[in-house]
Structure formats: C-alpha cells, structure tokens
C-alpha cells in the first residue's frame, strides 16, 4: 500500500488567497484526521471523519477553514482567506474503524502564507 | 483523557537499549497508553500502546507499572534511526466524539549517537 497521500508537499501563497490541501487516505481505512503542527503549539487536532461523516471538528481554528470527504478515498481542507499566521505543517492521518486510536499519517504539506 | 508528563529530550548510545519514561498519575482504569514517535520532516508514526499488561512489537516493548501511573517505552537496539520525538498519550478509546481524539504533548526528543 501506498500509504496516505498528500498533496502539495510545499504551498506558498499569499494572504488571502485560497489554499486547498488534499489526502488520499489508505483504501480500506474509515476514519480521516486532518492535524496542523506548529513550533507553538505542537501538533493539534483539527477535524475528523468516521465513514466520510464529520464526527468532531472542534479543533477547527474559526470559519475560514473548512474540511470535506466527499468519498472514501479524498478529503479536502481548504483555508479562505489564508492568513500568515496558519503557516504550518498540516498532517492527514486515516484509521481503521477497529483501532481509531491507531493512526497512519502522511508526510504532510507545508504551507507558508506570506 | 489523563495528562502525560514526559522529559524533554533523552540521549543513547547506538546499539544499547533506550528506555523512555512517561508518567500519566491521573490515568483511569479504562484508558490505554500509547506511543507515537516522529522522525524529523515526516508524520507521527504508531509504535505500540498497552492497557495493564507489558506488549511487544517488532518496534519496540511498552512497560506498564503495576499501578498504571506511568509507563516506559523500550527501544532494545536503537539505532540512528531511531531519533525522533517521541509522545506518550493516554487516551479512552470510548464512543462519540472522542473516540479519535488524541492529544499528542510536547513529547521527548530521543537523540541516538553514534
């Protein structure tokens, strides 16, 4: 298997311009987590899915991000407008329904906004 | 779910064993220990986890007190390969929303010398 798949692997925009991230999870897995890393804030949280279902997007900063899963095998996370301050690296990570515990992440996009 | 504390950084020699602490006091009953480890530039990877009783892996072996209130992560032959940050969490693998959630810390950042 191929593993999650992400894409970019790099993304340099300016502000305020969209930014669309995108994970091919690993076929077979039913729960997608998409995480944003920083050097102040470590690694967090930001939404999951359970069977392309969002299940807890508590961790979703405020509305100008928003995340889909129109399938099971893509999800998209989308930033609008992008601001300096979301540069990151941002992660997918999919599960299998018996172990959610147990994740298996991509290499991640970094994404600099400028 | 229960908060870990672990070191910040650890070092070993290449080929001896490296025994990486975390101390979760808080933890309750039903809630597992897991490690994730992460190598420079890449995504958190699943090492093991264990509830009560000690588990190996062809990655590493986790020890558990007989207490549960803190936990050792094994790395029996480190090799240069193995440096990376690596994080304890505790987590309640229950139903609804936090199912998924994990929450990963600051974690400990192992450096293996030659």
């Known amino acids: 298997d191929a593993g999650v798949i992400q894409s970019p692997r790099h993304e340099v925009t300016e502000m305020g311009q969209e930014v669309t991230l995108r994970c091919k999870p690993i076929?077979?897995?039913?729960?997608l987590f998409w995480y944003r890393q920083t050097m102040m804030r470590g690694l967090e949280l930001l939404i999951y899915?359970?069977?392309?279902?969002?299940?807890?997007d508590s961790g979703m900063p405020e509305d100008r991000f928003s995340a889909k899963m129109p399938n099971a095998s893509f999800s998209t996370l989308k930033i609008q407008p992008s601001e300096p301050r979301d540069s990151a690296v941002y992660f997918c990570?999919?599960?299998?329904?018996?172990?959610?515990?147990?994740?298996?992440f991509g290499p991640g996009t970094r994404l600099t906004v400028t | 779910d229960a908060k870990t504390t672990q070191p910040p950084s650890m070092d070993c020699a290449e080929g001896r064993a490296a025994n990486l602490p975390c101390n979760h006091s808080?933890?309750?009953?039903?809630?597992?220990v897991y490690w994730y480890r992460q190598i420079h530039s890449q995504g958190p990877q699943y090492i093991i986890h264990g509830l009560k009783n000690n588990e190996t892996n062809e990655m590493a072996s986790l020890i558990i007190t007989e207490d549960r209130k803190s936990s050792t992560l094994i790395l029996p032959h480190a090799t240069l390969r193995d440096t990376a940050v690596y994080y304890c969490i505790v987590h309640k693998p229950d139903r609804g929303s936090t199912l998924g959630r994990l929450y990963f810390g600051r974690g400990t950042q192992l450096t293996v010398w030659p």
């Open positions: 899915f359970n069977n392309n279902v969002p299940i807890d």
């Open positions: 076929s077979g897995h039913d729960y």
């Open positions: 808080t933890i309750s009953g039903n809630e597992y």
């Open positions: 990570a999919s599960a299998l329904a018996g172990g959610p515990h147990e994740q298996y």
